[in-house]
């Protein structure tokens, strides 16, 4: 009975689970809020206490739709009398078929394209750069510093920071080369970005040896950082002039976070691969890599798969948040939502010196936090200015280079006054973080 009564209590207890949790789950597995969650729905979340949150993490990224849309929910307990599992590799299921074509008139808009499925962002990027090399026939990849593309060997090494992703996990693998990201408030101007490429192309690697390019439309863990029309012409260009292809991580910026279904739609390119995966599933592992068919038909039958790549499950839940994202006019609200919170973002700006610049594209914004006295970035502050959040009722999390960047990643769902109640918090912690509250 006691063993009984200990069970039911650990289950009820944020402190006694984050013990368990804290015994059984390895130090490198990092929780950003000490809290366990028991249940949500659309921007909210409620711990095992009780205790209500709103989730401006989303998942990261991956719940533009919300926490357990009744659609979402409905499409997968349908699924799950049917098929929870074949592996597409044994034998077809519709889901994936009808999620192929849906993405390939998305991203393709007339073209031939093509999609095959995978489990998560990381092997979404690895099977990027294997199904371009295949087409190429070349072995280099350029990336970008402050690049994201996952915790996998080839994700990390193709990541733009040191700490914490790569540590000391080398040998990487070879022939990938780096690039800065422009990022005018620090300096960075896209002219220097761009000679950098001509730099790179005259000392470490001919441009007929690059397979391809691949960059975020707007850098995600790198600082919520959004790449110019220009310079992503320009790119585009060269890409072409040398037989480059250009590959847009899409994994982040994806279904409507920006405003749009995707992020290059805002740039007047079409990309060769586009990555996708987080909010493509709306809470259930998915991801893929959509691209010109020519492109995607290198890889010999065989070289492309995966387990658990697509699964029945995870299509029937797409297919839903798709069909959200097209009927619900959700691209509209990420507009207006992010019009509101870019607008009262910058009242806080000239309110609390600490934030340095407010930055985003659609319902993607971010405030980098700044030492006031010296202008140079705080992660000490930005982790206290997130803790304090949380205290109040506020789920964020950081990012950039120096992890001095808080971002917003809430539902696209989000009601008016759940954001107008979300900056408010964010507001008292801004207050209590500079001293201005107790």
């Not at 620090?186 to 001509?198: F, I, Q």
């Amino acid at each position: 009975m006691q063993n009984v009564m200990a069970a039911q209590q650990t289950f009820s207890d944020n402190s006694l689970l984050l013990d368990a949790r804290e015994q059984n789950v390895p130090r490198g597995v990092v929780t950003a809020h000490p809290l366990v969650i028991e249940r949500a729905r659309g921007s909210e979340v409620w711990d095992v206490e009780g205790n209500r949150y709103l989730d401006f993490v989303g998942g990261i990224g991956v719940l533009n739709v919300g926490h357990n849309h009744p659609a979402v929910v409905n499409a997968v307990t349908r699924q799950l009398g049917l098929v929870t599992h074949a592996c597409f590799q044994v034998a077809a299921y519709p889901g994936y078929i009808e999620l192929a074509q849906r993405l390939n008139q998305l991203v393709g808009c007339g073209e031939p394209f093509k999609s095959v499925f995978f489990t998560s962002g990381a092997e979404a990027v690895e099977n990027a750069v294997k199904i371009a090399r295949a087409h190429t026939q070349r072995p280099g990849i350029i990336a970008f510093d402050g690049a994201f593309h996952g915790r996998t060997l080839l994700g990390c090494t193709l990541t733009g920071m040191s700490q914490p992703y790569k540590q000391n996990f080398g040998p990487f693998p070879a022939d990938i080369y780096r690039l800065p990201f422009p990022n005018a408030y620090h300096g960075v101007s896209e002219a220097d970005c761009l000679k950098a490429l001509d730099q790179l192309f005259a000392v470490q690697i001919l441009p007929e040896r690059v397979a391809a390019i691949i960059i975020e439309p707007v850098q995600g863990d790198g600082g919520f950082l959004p790449a110019g029309a220009s310079f992503m012409q320009a790119l585009r260009l060269i890409t072409e002039q040398h037989g480059i292809l250009l590959i847009l991580d899409e994994v982040q910026t994806g279904f409507g976070r920006t405003g749009k279904m995707f992020a290059f739609q805002h740039l007047d390119i079409v990309p060769d691969l586009v990555t996708v995966a987080k909010s493509l599933g709306g809470g259930l592992p998915i991801s893929g890599v959509v691209g010109k068919a020519a492109i995607m038909d290198a890889p010999l039958p065989g070289g492309l798969g995966g387990t658990y790549g697509g699964n029945a499950l995870a299509c029937a839940a797409a297919l839903a948040v798709l069909d959200l994202l097209e009927n619900e006019n959700l691209l509209a609200r990420a507009n207006q939502l992010g019009e509101q919170m870019n607008a009262r973002l910058h009242q806080l700006a000239e309110k609390y010196a600490c934030i340095g610049e407010v930055r985003g594209l659609g319902f993607m914004q971010a405030v980098e936090i700044i030492d006031f006295e010296t202008g140079q970035p705080d992660a000490a502050l930005t982790q206290k200015i997130l803790d304090f959040a949380c205290q109040e009722g506020l789920l964020l999390i950081k990012c950039g280079v120096q992890r001095n960047t808080v971002r917003f990643l809430a539902p696209l769902v989000t009601t008016d006054s759940q954001l107008e109640e979300a900056l408010h918090i964010f507001d008292i912690a801004l207050a209590r973080a500079s001293g201005r509250l107790g």
